[in-house]
């Protein structure tokens, strides 16, 4: 079991999402942040900067079982070199990064006998644990990094191990991607002068879907979608193939036939391959909701 824990950055989302979690299983929190913002139940609140620790800080690090770090990636990488020092034989080090490969290298010659995790919850934070995936990078294994993933599969995740590169690339494909395209979308209809108040009333299910989500994006922090979007090497291919797959869409009905046509569906279909009634059977619980 964590005994003690600290959550650097632990005002932000994914760090209350980490504290109180931690705090439910009865671990005790210490929340460092150079905000304000007020932390979540019992946990301790301490200010600092997790690249300049202080006295108390530093103390703090040296007791824990289980440092996580949910910061920002530069953040992070400015913390490694001098943390390693100062965290407890035996302690975990997990970190929150979004992108897995530089922190992942950066670990591996700062904190060699550190036992060390990256973890990347693939969903909003307010939504929770419980039936949501949690990808894993074991970067050093150890009882405590299995105890921890242990514990956040009884919180209801599905934890699912990738190395560092794998984690990169699927998450330009289910992130990067992803938003690239709804924010496409949107942009996509600001430029054809339909206004969304004159959409709503006749938006058929996959606009309204489509709707729904470029406004979840729109709503959320900018800090996290350009996140997404500018620390992963891996993204820039993911947006020149949207780019590129949404010109041949467009050349294949203004230029081909509907035979053309028939054979990209016929394409996507091939790609979907034994996931594809999943994914259609998804879409019908979806669509059936009023």
Not at 118 to 144: E, I, K, S
Not at 173 to 178: F, G, P, R, V, Y
Request: charged share 20%.
């Amino acid at each position: 079991m964590t005994r003690r824990a600290v959550v650097v950055g632990g005002a932000g989302a994914v760090g209350r999402l980490f504290t109180e979690r931690l705090l439910e299983a009865g671990t005790e929190v210490t929340v460092v942040d150079p905000a304000e913002t007020p932390v979540s139940g019992t946990a301790r609140r301490l200010r600092g900067d997790i690249t300049d620790p202080g006295a108390e800080f530093t103390a703090a690090l040296g007791r824990a079982d289980l440092v996580v770090l949910a910061v920002p990636e530069p953040v992070a990488l400015a913390a490694l070199p001098g943390l390693a020092g100062a965290l407890a034989p035996g302690a975990v080090l997990a970190d929150t990064l979004s992108v897995k490969q530089a922190v992942t290298r950066a670990v591996r010659e700062h904190a060699p006998g550190v036992q060390a995790v990256g973890l990347n919850p693939m969903f909003a934070p307010a939504l929770g644990f419980a039936g949501r995936p949690v990808a894993a990078v074991v970067v050093h294994h150890g009882p405590g990094v299995t105890a921890l993933l242990e514990l956040i599969g009884q919180w209801g995740a599905t934890v699912v191990r990738v190395d560092a590169a794998e984690h990169d690339r699927l998450a330009a494909a289910s992130q990067a991607l992803t938003h690239a395209a709804v924010l496409g979308f949107g942009l996509a209809l600001a430029g054809t002068g339909v206004s969304a108040a004159d959409l709503r009333p006749v938006a058929p299910p996959p606009a309204t879907t489509l709707l729904a989500l470029l406004a979840r994006i729109a709503s959320g922090t900018p800090e996290v979608y350009w996140d997404v979007q500018h620390a992963n090497a891996e993204a820039g291919a993911a947006r020149k193939a949207l780019a590129e797959a949404v010109h041949r869409v467009a050349d294949t009905v203004e230029h081909g036939t509907e035979a053309d046509f028939a054979a990209l569906l016929g394409e996507v279909r091939a790609y979907l391959g034994d996931d594809l009634a999943h994914h259609r059977d998804t879409c019908a619980r979806l669509f059936a909701q009023p």
